[in-house]
């Protein structure tokens, strides 16, 4: 993988030492990836820190499209690219949408409309040609580490198909966040 500065780093070496979330995403550009990634910049670094856990992004585009989705999405974990998709073959993500399967991402807030027209306005504001990856790719969420243990895998089936945040949280021994801006009400 490519980090934000260009320098190649080892895939087992986000994992090797310790326990790891990692989420791939379809593209810089998918709205769904662009507000699932909002929602994962809500983790606090400290419930991250308290279960010994990293949370990775890692995105299929050139990698000086990171700080602009960082900046765009508020992200400030780690974040990686993979720009030839080597590890997204390696794992077995697919191309193209499963539309036969029902799902729905609850870190997805706009409608398939408005958010469509969101990631063409951003493609076509942006260099030309530049889609910030392969637009058919699916993504998904891994819990690895340390060494080579493979806890959770989950492999998108289309671009709604997000395994819930706080499922992958529970799962790798983090805190679940509140992802709502509602106020919590809690009874004493």
Known sequence: VVDADGRSVPFEALYGEQRAIVVFVRNFLCYTCKEYVEDLAKVPKPYLQEANVRLIVIGQSSHHH???????TGYTHEMYVDPQREIYKTLGMKRGEGNNVAVWSPHVKSNTLLGSIKSMWRAMTGPAFDFQGDPAQQ?????????????????????????????????AGVKPVNFTNKPQIIDI
Do not use: M, S, W, Y
């Open 139 to 171: 993504g998904g969420a891994l819990i690895l580490g340390p060494g080579n243990e493979v806890h959770f895998l989950h492999l998108d089936r289309n671009r709604l198909d997000h395994v819930p945040i706080n499922t992958v949280l529970q799962l």
């Open 66 to 72: 990171i700080k602009p989705f960082c900046t765009l």
